[in-house]
């Protein structure tokens, strides 16, 4: 549900139809995906003390 609705603007626009739309929404959906997962290079870049 949320990816249709990222993907044709939501409730308050008419957004970006098409591959712009869908491009837009994998890309809000990647980011969101990036910060709530830790990757594995984060230990290397910030060891605990």
């Known amino acids: 549900m949320l990816f249709a609705e990222?993907?044709?603007g939501g409730a308050y626009n008419n957004g970006e139809y098409g591959a712009y739309?869908?491009?837009?929404a994998w890309r809000?959906?990647?980011?969101?995906y990036s910060h709530a997962v830790p990757r594995p290079t984060d230990r290397y870049r910030y060891p605990r003390p």
């Open 6 to 8: 990222a993907s044709t």
């Open 21 to 24: 739309g869908r491009l837009a």
């Open 28 to 32: 809000s959906l990647a980011a969101l």
